[in-house]
């Protein structure tokens, strides 16, 4: 309760307790009244009068009695719904699930419908699709994500349906990709779309060896934390040390202001180094200029902070975004459950019944 409140509940307490007081005088006066009257034998009409008012003080008191009830009641649910939301906050913010750095997760996950369960009759879509929490599930070890062989054969498929629009839109560097989607003839984009930064200016590379350095001194200090340094970018990994969020949050921003060139991705666990001025909207763009994809429908799926520049650049070109996960999502216009539910849409898309799990 506010100290307003309290002063108010206090007031009232020692107005109550001067009526009791005073009700429980006159009341004790009118019960020697009535032992007298008894004795002395008052006319009726007086006997009367006199009942009447000990009926009304009667009356009076129970009716404190009631509104102190009362009181104690409301107190006792404002007092029970403010320790309940005060332990939901508490809860929330110790919770290793949820670090500061992540975007905040709906509970429960706002009600943005399925997307369209079918290509449109034209084919005209160009897909743009997110790896990692997407088309796979995350794994501690981001070497041990792969595809599953039957979303192999409908990636495969549906760049057939789409005439080669299908293009993945990931962080991860290009050889990973490589890797990854060994024998699909798919578009790809690295690092958020700036791969080859570091390539192209000496500055930016100087800019982001200081970074590497400075974050691989906090991992010797945070176990569970690790740094993967890519072509173009520097990235600190924490899905191991969800509890050391907090604490990683009061270092790791830091060291931002003197590195005129980068800005900080945050995403799920993790804080990405990239280079100013690219990212999965400017990709997605500068894709939607050129064969194959030029004149069709964006529409960009992905899990993590980084796709929402993706699913407003979509929105820009009248296209649209599809989020997955329970992530709150700022410009997505649908959403998918998770990496399964995504395959099972592509599945859709290119005809095929969804295969029991």
């Avoid at 799920?268 to 990709?283: C, M, W």
Wanted: charged letters at 20%; hydrophobic letters at 40%.
């Amino acid at each position: 309760m506010c100290r307003a409140g309290q002063h108010h509940a206090i007031g009232y307490d020692d107005q109550a307790s001067a009526v009791h007081r005073s009700l429980a005088l006159r009341c004790a006066q009118r019960i020697v009244v009535g032992i007298v009257n008894r004795h002395i034998h008052l006319p009726s009409s007086c006997r009367s009068r006199q009942q009447g008012s000990n009926s009304r003080a009667t009356n009076a008191m129970a009716q404190l009695l009631q509104n102190r009830r009362s009181l104690v009641r409301r107190r006792s649910r404002t007092t029970h719904v403010r320790s309940t939301i005060g332990f939901q906050r508490r809860i929330r913010r110790m919770s290793p699930l949820m670090p500061p750095s992540a975007a905040p997760v709906d509970d429960p996950p706002s009600r943005l419908p399925a997307p369209p369960p079918a290509l449109p009759s034209n084919a005209a879509w160009a897909l743009f699709l997110d790896l990692d929490g997407t088309l796979c599930g995350y794994c501690d070890d981001p070497d041990a994500v792969a595809l599953t062989p039957r979303l192999h054969g409908l990636l495969s498929r549906l760049a057939q349906r789409l005439q080669g629009a299908v293009c993945i839109l990931s962080g991860r560097s290009a050889a990973d990709l490589e890797r990854l989607l060994a024998g699909l003839p798919l578009p790809r984009v690295a690092e958020h779309g700036g791969a080859g930064a570091a390539v192209r200016d000496a500055g930016y590379r100087a800019q982001l060896d200081a970074v590497e350095t400075a974050l691989r001194t906090i991992a010797a200090v945070h176990p569970g934390t690790w740094v993967e340094r890519k072509p173009s970018s520097c990235v600190l990994h924490y899905r191991a040390a969800a509890d050391r969020a907090e604490c990683l949050e009061q270092v790791v921003p830091s060291l931002l202001p003197a590195q005129s060139e980068l800005r900080l991705l945050r995403g799920l666990f993790v804080y990405e180094f990239a280079a100013r001025g690219s990212d999965k909207g400017t990709a997605l763009t500068a894709q939607m200029r050129q064969a194959p994809f030029a004149g069709r429908v964006p529409v960009a799926v992905g899990d993590d902070v980084t796709d929402e520049d993706a699913f407003t650049a979509a929105a820009t070109l009248q296209g649209f975004g599809i989020a997955v996960g329970p992530r709150v999502s700022a410009a997505a216009r649908f959403r998918l459950a998770d990496a399964d539910a995504v395959e099972d849409w592509i599945a859709g898309l290119v005809g095929e019944a969804h295969a029991p799990r």
